[in-house]
């Protein structure tokens, strides 16, 4: 597990990725499902998911609100936002709709430098990646996320997008000490 600390050596962020392999908690998660599910299936069938797999009506009503969907661009590579769900947009306190990751703000600098890294080896390896994350947010506080990172296939076989499916905690967890 990696954890990073702001300019005052407060921790900030506690990051961990590991390779996805089928697990009934993740297919069975509201949040995480519809992903996890398209993963296997796509695995049982000896290809990444396509991008026209996803739609609103797989991802469904309960888990749109918490997903993120990222073109690949490049080269040079490089990440653009082309989807955030409502609730991550809320939580972040913007809407990064249109931006490249790479240029968000400073304040979670090193995670989105963790981020970055997995976003690479997925384009690179065709990998599907799971995260869980304790992330400092100063307006709520230490939140707690599992999020599943996911290639997916243009017509020509290309990672053209990445989707992630966030499962975050429905309310606060209790609040550490910065002491």
């Known amino acids: ?9 407060m921790p900030v962020a506690r990051l961990e990725g590991c ?3 089928a ?3 993740l297919t069975a998660s509201p949040k995480l499902g519809w992903l996890a599910g398209l ?13 026209e797999e996803v739609s609103p009506r797989l991802i469904g009503p ?8 990222l073109d690949v661009e490049g080269p040079p590579r490089r990440f653009r936002i082309r989807l955030v769900g409502t609730d991550l947009s809320r939580m972040a306190g913007r809407d990064s709709t249109g931006r490249l990751f790479d240029e968000l703000s400073d304040r ?13 080896h997925i384009a690179d390896s065709g990998d599907c990646v799971v995260v869980t994350a ?10 707690h996320f599992r999020s599943i990172w996911a290639p ?15 499962e975050a905690p429905k309310q606060l967890r209790a609040r550490r000490s910065l002491i």
């Open 1 to 9: 597990m990696a954890e990073w600390r702001d300019a005052a050596h």
């Open 19 to 21: 390779s996805f392999a």
């Open 23 to 25: 697990d009934p908690d």
């Open 39 to 51: 993963v296997v299936r796509a695995r049982a069938q000896g290809r990444l998911p396509r991008v």
């Open 62 to 69: 309960a888990a749109l609100p918490t997903v993120m969907i």
């Open 108 to 120: 979670q600098g090193a995670a989105n430098a963790f981020y970055l890294r997995q976003m690479d």
């Open 134 to 143: 304790d992330l400092y947010y100063r307006r709520n506080d230490w939140q």
């Open 152 to 166: 997916l296939a243009g017509p020509q076989g290309d990672i053209e997008r990445i989707a992630c499916a966030v």
